[in-house]
């Protein structure tokens, strides 16, 4: 939540609460779900005595108002235990279902406990905005109660307002009668709220704090007697009927006249009133007493009892039930909401502590003092004064930082200061950069370092009068006084050796192999690079790129290249002597594109028909990265070398390997080793390049195990990226391939960095995760750092904060341009301090805690079991979720599961982090595709690792042909899926096209130019270009989901009950998945175990 900016027409978290999954969807036979019971909040600083206040999930929330208030709706029937006392299709309270349940994989129990949902609560005290006024939401899932948040505004009646939640049902709808009847297929009954009531209204105070929460139904309850007549206060009305985005597959639910009484479709009997618990009692077995008359805001008792009062509807059959998806955390709803919220308004940095918008929201970004959050983000904005309470709340301190990021168009990149011999002005102690939070005192002769309070003298050169606030007269004419993010000129005291830098060099290293020949790859990767040298990365108006070019060629032996400008052919040397690497010249093997461009060509054309006839199939790996490492050397440059190499290095040579590729270990205390190098060859290496600036880009061809847990060590160590390409055919992977090498060889890089984060007094930096190299305790080394690479770093207090004074940060970057220029680049971030719990969950940012847990869980596979790792994990996601409840929320029963505001989405993100193939890989995953997403994933950014834990989904024909913008997603399950849509699903490397079996048939022709679903092809990678705006539209799409990706997703196109179909399933992560991982729901149910156990 953005505490410090004036809160906006709808305050961001005055929304539906995407807590209760935003839209109705209908169930698996397509049939409406019934819809929650909502009961007033009384005054608004708890409930009022005699019964359990809520309100329907995903409704908004609103204040008095002297219209007739909405009323409440209906409540799925209660009394059974949650999960399983009832298998499919038994029956409970009537015959069962005519549409017999389907049990989805996501019923079946992680835990044992009856759960109860969720519900997402900010953190008490909300100083800012209009006070939220609160209610709790009470739904019966499962035997089971959520409540959740109220909303500032009530739109005007009539107006659609909210998502709403359908407590679907796994099979089908639930009973409907009453004022309802029964509504067509597809189709559910209007959700509406209850607050308040006609004439009296109880005065507005400021609210407990939001919540969404769930409450199981063996901590009994309230009960209510049986009563009708007028209604009581803060009983409901009928309402507006409410908007339902993001729905697959029904029409809107149809408006009920305002002022309407409802009472619900037959339902459980009202609780009896009982003055020890809140929340539902259980009754025996799940049966109920003899039927007793409908009361306002509760359901009638059950199918075919009489409804006093309400207009009978035809009983229906009531099915086994499940916790409704739609009740608990919605990912979407929660992206949508902020999209909506903050999308529109540029996020100034002027303000201390400020929570960005998500990474899902375009915004534009207005640097006003502190690092965009492009650059830099924060686990939390509002840290803990102190260790004890850091410790207290288990809420990792950490910030994701990207350096170099690519900015949009629309933003300036960071200034470059020029301060000429002298050099950037340091704090003499600590040697902090100059930066907007520095203190000038004594009349501006002398400044005060924030990060150490040291004071020091201003040079002469850079003196300037201070204005009557203290601040100097010249501040916003100085970008390093006035911005969070600028660049340094670096003086020769930066440099290597003391002298400047030589322009870097890129070395390509080819694999000619008897594998590498035979796919088709040398040719392909000879014939693109003719074209590609001519864009070199060059800095800012250059002409040509000042980047010089060399070229080795390597089996057993290594050929290297004199491709000299004034040769008339280039000439081959072949070093044979791979134990001893030395590179055999000098003068002629890194040239000049332009001036050597005849000799390149001619080689890059001979390469190929050189070694057409080659049988030779063993390869060396380390002494290639050897001569290139020695090469730059040689020419006193830093540089990077590509290399392509397609199978296990098994030749006589240094860092030869073996196959050591072994199923059997999954699952045992010996698994770690499958993540770690095979020998220790590498990491010397490794520590070799870096000290050069050579960094190593890997492009893998695998046809079988290669070991890239040990190949990857030297690019991981260098700041480097590793492309693999299992089983390469040319037809299949070369524009795949070939986009990924364009992107890898045009982007700007720095090399030969040395990154350092200093921090003000009372936290220093203590861990730190991302592809690079430390010598020491304090400072990153990279050999080459891109705009796709982050460096995560973990924060730990070593002394008591300031609430006033707050945190500082600060990351300043050395490093050489691609033009050989010499720069720091500083980043400034400044944080709030709390010495209440409630300010740092509600100031909490759940992508980024994400993005560092999983890379701490996967650093952690190298070194315990993995069951180890898992077990942290959740250990520490509910230590964090109960300190919450004990500290921050308001009283309630213990079946409720309370989640923070901020964090409502922690579960369901982390347990796709959980189901991951690293920490939990199906039959089909390979240990080297382990250890490939393990390293790719240590060096993602927050936007990265949030779509490729959690993939969009997105239908392609709900949305109208002719509209520019995405399609709104989806959930990633498959209920979601209507077998007569299209769908879309990426997740930042893959991307799949699912068609289903009933999609129409003028769809089939418009995208695949055939007439029917049997003849479109099954793993087709490519759609046909054809003239019509359907086939544009969805080539548009992906054409700007590939764009906003660093790597190249590749397209397959999946039929419904297709083989490849069980590829796809393996990324709709909300559903319970084949490697034995938990559904959301049911690993909700397992938090909110382990929570109660360590609260009680």
């Not at 290293?509 to 014939?527: F, H, K, P, Q, T």
């Not at 560092?852 to 315990?864: C, D, E, I, P």
Request: hydrophobic fraction near 35%.
């Amino acid at each position: 939540m953005n505490v410090n900016q004036s809160a906006p027409p709808v305050p961001p978290f005055g929304q539906p609460q995407p807590v209760y999954a935003g839209y109705h969807q209908s169930s698996y036979g397509g049939q409406p779900g019934s819809t929650a019971p909502p009961t007033p909040y009384g005054a608004y600083n708890g409930p009022v005595p005699g019964y359990q206040q809520t309100l329907p999930p995903g409704v908004s929330r609103a204040p008095p108002s002297s219209e007739a208030p909405p009323a409440s709706t209906a409540q799925a029937p209660c009394g059974q235990a949650a999960y399983g006392q009832f298998g499919q299709g038994d029956v409970q309270n009537g015959p069962s279902s005519t549409v017999q349940m389907q049990r989805f994989p996501g019923s079946q129990p992680f835990g044992s406990v009856p759960l109860a949902p969720v519900v997402s609560q900010p953190a008490v005290l909300q100083p800012y905005g209009p006070p939220p006024t609160s209610a709790q939401v009470t739904a019966q899932l499962a035997g089971m109660q959520i409540s959740g948040a109220v909303a500032p505004a009530l739109p005007p009646v009539g107006l659609g307002y909210g998502p709403p939640t359908s407590l679907a049902s796994a099979s089908g709808s639930f009973p409907n009668s009453g004022l309802y009847g029964s509504y067509p297929q597809g189709q559910a009954p209007p959700l509406s709220q209850a607050q308040g009531h006609l004439g009296a209204q109880p005065p507005q105070r400021s609210a407990p704090p939001q919540a969404s929460s769930f409450t199981s139904p063996a901590s009994g309850g309230p009960r209510m007697p049986s009563m009708t007549g007028p209604l009581l206060p803060g009983q409901g009305f009928g309402g507006p009927s409410v908007s339902q985005p993001n729905h697959v597959s029904s029409p809107p639910p149809q408006a009920l006249p305002p002022g309407t009484q409802m009472t619900g479709p037959p339902g459980p009997p009202p609780p009896m009133h009982s003055s020890q618990q809140p929340g539902y009692q259980l009754q025996q077995n799940g049966s109920f007493g003899p039927a007793r008359g409908p009361q306002p805001n509760y359901g009638g008792p059950y199918p075919g009892a009489p409804t006093f009062g309400s207009q009978p509807g035809p009983p229906q059959p009531l099915p086994p039930k499940r916790l409704d998806p739609d009740a608990i955390p919605s990912p979407i709803q929660v992206i949508e909401d902020d999209r909506n919220n903050r999308g529109s308004e540029p996020f100034v940095t002027g303000v201390r502590g400020q929570v960005p918008p998500l990474v899902t929201t375009n915004f534009l970004v207005k640097d006003q003092g502190n690092a965009s959050p492009r650059y830099i983000r924060c686990t939390s904005y509002n840290i803990p004064c102190t260790s004890d309470m850091a410790k207290q709340a288990q809420v990792p301190l950490a910030a994701v930082i990207k350096p170099l990021a690519r900015l949009p168009p629309e933003e300036a990149s960071p200034y470059v200061v020029d301060h000429g011999e002298s050099g950037p002005l340091r704090c003499n102690r600590c040697k902090a950069y100059m930066c907007p939070f520095m203190q000038f005192v004594e009349g501006g002769r002398r400044f005060q370092c924030c990060f150490c309070s040291c004071i020091n003298d201003v040079p002469p050169q850079y003196f300037q009068h201070l204005d009557h606030t203290g601040k100097r007269v010249d501040a916003y004419d100085r970008p390093e006084l006035s911005l969070g993010s600028y660049e340094f000129l670096a003086t020769v005291d930066y440099c290597k050796n003391n002298k400047f830098p030589s322009p870097p060099a890129f070395i390509f290293m080819i694999d000619v192999s008897y594998n590498a020949i035979r796919s088709g790859l040398v040719r392909l990767l000879c014939e693109e690079l003719k074209s590609l040298l001519d864009f070199l990365p060059r800095e800012g108006g250059a002409e040509e790129s000042e980047i010089r070019v060399g070229f080795v060629t390597y089996n057993k032996v290594l050929h290297f290249y004199n491709v000299k400008s004034s040769l008339a052919q280039p000439q081959m040397m072949v070093v044979s002597d791979v134990a001893d690497m030395f590179v055999p010249l000098l003068d002629g093997f890194l040239v000049n594109v332009s001036e050597s461009r005849a000799v390149i060509t001619s080689l890059l054309d001979q390469i190929p028909e050189m070694f057409a006839d080659t049988r030779e199939t063993e390869t060396v790996f380390a002494p290639v990265i050897q001569a290139g490492m020695e090469a730059l050397k040689a020419a006193e440059c830093a540089g990077k070398l590509f290399l392509f190499h397609t199978s296990l290095p098994i030749a006589e040579a240094p860092g030869k390997l073996k196959n050591r590729d072994d199923r059997k270990l999954i699952n045992t205390d010996k698994e770690k080793t499958l993540f770690q190098p095979q020998t220790g060859a590498y990491q010397t290496l490794a520590k070799e390049c870096v000290a050069q600036g050579c960094c190593v880009d890997l492009f893998l061809f695998p046809n079988q195990y290669v070991d890239v847990a040990t190949l990857s060590v030297v690019p991981q160590l260098t700041g480097g990226s590793v492309y693999k390409y299992a089983c390469f055919q040319v037809e299949n992977d070369q524009e795949r391939f070939l986009s990924d090498l364009r992107r890898d060889v045009q982007k700007l890089v720095g090399f030969d960095a040395v990154m350092r984060v200093r921090t003000s007094t009372g936290i220093r930096a203590v861990d730190f995760f991302g592809a690079f190299y430390m010598s020491n305790t304090t400072d990153v080394e990279l050999a080459g750092l891109d705009g796709d690479k982050t460096v995560t770093v973990e924060f730990k207090h070593d002394d008591r904060l300031n609430e006033e004074s707050g945190a500082l940060l600060q990351c300043a970057l050395l490093y050489t341009s691609c033009a050989g220029q010499r720069r720091l680049r500083i980043h400034n971030l400044a944080l709030n301090c709390c010495t209440q719990l409630a300010d740092l969950y509600r100031n909490c940012e759940t992508d980024t805690l994400i993005n560092y847990m999983a890379k701490f869980a996967y650093r952690g596979v190298l070194n315990s079991p993995v069951k180890t790792v898992r077990d942290t994990l959740i250990t520490q996601c509910a230590q964090i979720l109960a300190c919450y409840r004990k500290n921050c929320a308001s009283p309630s029963s213990a079946g409720q599961l309370i989640l923070p505001e901020c964090m409502k989405l922690l579960p369901v993100y982390l347990n796709c982090v959980l189901k991951s193939d690293v920490l939990q890989p199906g039959a089909e995953v390979t240990t080297d595709d382990r250890a490939y997403v393990r390293q790719l994933v240590t060096s993602m950014d927050v936007a990265e690792t949030n779509v490729f834990f959690y993939p969009r989904l997105l239908p392609l024909t709900k949305s109208p042909i002719e509209s520019a913008t995405e399609p709104p997603a989806v959930r990633a399950s498959e209920e979601r899926l209507s077998n007569g849509d299209i769908y879309l699903l990426e997740n930042g490397l893959n991307l799949f096209l699912w068609v289903g079996a009933s999609v129409q048939q003028g769809v089939v022709q418009s995208l695949f130019s055939v007439s029917s679903f049997s003849q479109i092809t099954s793993g087709l990678s490519v759609l046909p270009v054809l003239d019509n705006p359907l086939s544009k539209k969805v080539r548009g799409l992906i054409d700007s989901l590939r764009a906003q990706r660093s790597r190249y997703m590749k397209l397959i196109v999946v039929k419904q009950e297709d083989k490849l179909e069980m590829l796809f399933k393996h990324f709709l992560v909300e559903d319970k998945s084949l490697s034995g991982g938990a559904s959301y729901v049911d690993f909700l149910c397992h938090m909110h175990k382990e929570i109660r156990q360590l609260l009680s």
